[in-house]
């Protein structure tokens, strides 16, 4: 009988106990009529406007009043927006990843070309006519500069 009637003591007590925690939760803020903030754990008196805080862990306040529940348009709205731009985010993430791609093959063309034009073999391409050109001294190092250029730009 004693350890029941102390169990129930005891239960009580935890219940009261997690009561004030409860309570205590938030915290009020308002102006009085001299102009003085006033914090308090109990809402202000008659019609006067306050904020209501809430306390952290430790009992100091942590921010404003909580914000208001949205409705269900608004949360669908906020939906419709972020898959929006999930989906915008995804194209460009495709777009930049196929334009590495093709930079990347750019530069391994102009590093293949650069090799053949250094290596002193002689090269050749077709004209208008559809001939076959060899290019000479000049045309080789202009084409040399021009493919540099072109590593330069496409092998960052």
Not at 33 to 55: A, F
Not at 108 to 131: D, H, P
Request: aromatic share 6%; charged share 30%.
């Amino acid at each position: 009988m004693r350890a029941m009637a102390a169990t129930l003591f005891l239960s009580a007590s935890a219940l009261l106990f997690a009561g004030d925690l409860v309570a205590g939760e938030y915290i009020y803020q308002w102006k009085d009529k001299s102009g003085q903030i006033v914090y308090s754990d109990n809402p202000p008196p008659g019609n006067i406007p306050s904020r209501r805080l809430r306390r952290d862990a430790v009992g100091e306040i942590s921010g404003q009043e909580a914000a208001p529940a949205k409705s269900v348009a608004d949360q669908e709205l906020e939906l419709k927006k972020r898959q929006q731009e999930q989906g915008e985010k995804q194209a460009k993430a495709e777009k930049d990843s196929a334009h590495a791609k093709a930079k990347s093959q750019n530069c391994e063309m102009a590093k293949n070309q650069l090799a053949a034009l250094e290596s002193g073999q002689r090269i050749a391409r077709f004209n208008a006519q559809g001939e076959r050109e060899y290019l000479d001294d000049a045309q080789r190092a202009a084409e040399v500069e021009r493919t540099k250029k072109a590593v330069a730009d496409n092998c960052q």
